[in-house]
């Protein structure tokens, strides 16, 4: 069987997209990695003490990735849910640019 040219190179604190599963059209961060699984998170749905366990194949990498989150998770240090939710806001309001800013 030879390999998925779709499946998607994820690291930790990069956002995805669910394209498949209860969870579709939703956005998480990548919170772990044992291929060909992921742990993906939200903050909202699924909290840190709730990490949704996830095919790559089934997600869609979103080109992004939350230093913050990168580097603590790297480092052994625990993330919270909250972390998690203004990383996603963060990224979010990048992809919406400053037009949609209220002020």
Do not use: F
Not at 29 to 43: A, F, L, Q, T
Not at 56 to 61: D, Y
Not at 76 to 83: A, M, N, R, W
């Amino acid at each position: 069987m030879s390999k998925d040219k779709s499946e998607v190179e994820v690291k930790l604190g990069d956002v995805v997209y669910s394209k498949a599963g209860r969870d579709a059209n939703r956005h998480y961060i990548v919170m772990w990695i044992n291929s060909p699984y992921i742990g993906i998170c939200d903050g909202d749905l699924h909290k840190t003490d709730k990490i949704k366990k996830k095919k790559v194949k089934h997600v869609k990498s979103m080109e992004y990735n939350s230093s913050y989150i990168h580097n603590k998770l790297s480092a052994g240090e625990k993330v919270t849910s909250s972390e998690i939710r203004r990383a996603l806001d963060e990224y979010r309001a990048e992809q919406t640019g400053p037009e949609h800013e209220e002020g």
